[in-house]
Each structure stands twice: as structure tokens, then as C-alpha cells.
């Protein structure tokens, strides 16, 4: 398996799996629902996945880059900017991994709200 379909309300994102532990960690774990959350123009959700904090992890990613939270076992999409950004960057919470790349616009996850049902299956 090396890709992914993510259904968050309405907006769907396909994503293709990066080698790494973290990606090996929540595959482990597929297919699975969670809740929405937002913060700014991130959405991210629980994972009955764990992952230890690798070392490339960063706070500041890319648009289409799909992160996780070790802290709180949370996956983490950003599309723009959230409420600690410098400027137009994507900046999240804390430190990542990232794990995934969407194959398709993830500006889409602007129609996400809180408490939307989300559902993390194989492709």
C-alpha cells in the first residue's frame, strides 16, 4: 500500500505514503474514523496511531505535506495559515513528521468544521 484516501465531511484528499515510521505506524493501524478540529487553516484529527518524533520533523510545511502530532497522536493537514504564522506560512503547533503527500488540492479542507466525521482508509 503506498496510497491513501482521507474523507473529511465533505472534501476528500488522496495521498501517497512516504517511507518512513510514521507512515508505517498509522498504516498499521487503517482503516479508522476520528472527529474533526481546526485551528486556523489546519484541520487535524485523533489517530489510534503512536509515532516518536523523527528527526526531519519541522513546525513550518508545505501545502499538500500531511503531518502528525506525536504529542497528541494527531495527523495534521495545514492549507494556510494558522493563528501562530509568520506571514502566508503554514506554520503548526509543533514539531511533525510528515508521513504523506495529497495528490490533490487540500484548500478543499476549508469546507471541514469541527465535529465532521472523518474517515482514513487504504487505496
Known sequence: MNRIK???GQA???AELL???TARAI???LPFASKAQTWGNEVYFETPAKAELETDAKDVV???EIAFWCQGNC???GF???PISQGNE???AAKTNIWARALNDVTQLKTVKPGDFIFIEPL
Open 75 to 77: 495527523i495534521a493537514i
Open 19 to 21: 517511507d518512513t515510521p
Open 6 to 8: 482521507i474523507t473529511l
Open 80 to 82: 494556510g495559515p494558522t
Open 62 to 64: 508545505e501545502a499538500g
Open 12 to 14: 476528500i484528499i488522496e
Open 27 to 29: 498504516t498499521q493501524n
Open 90 to 92: 503554514i506554520r503548526l
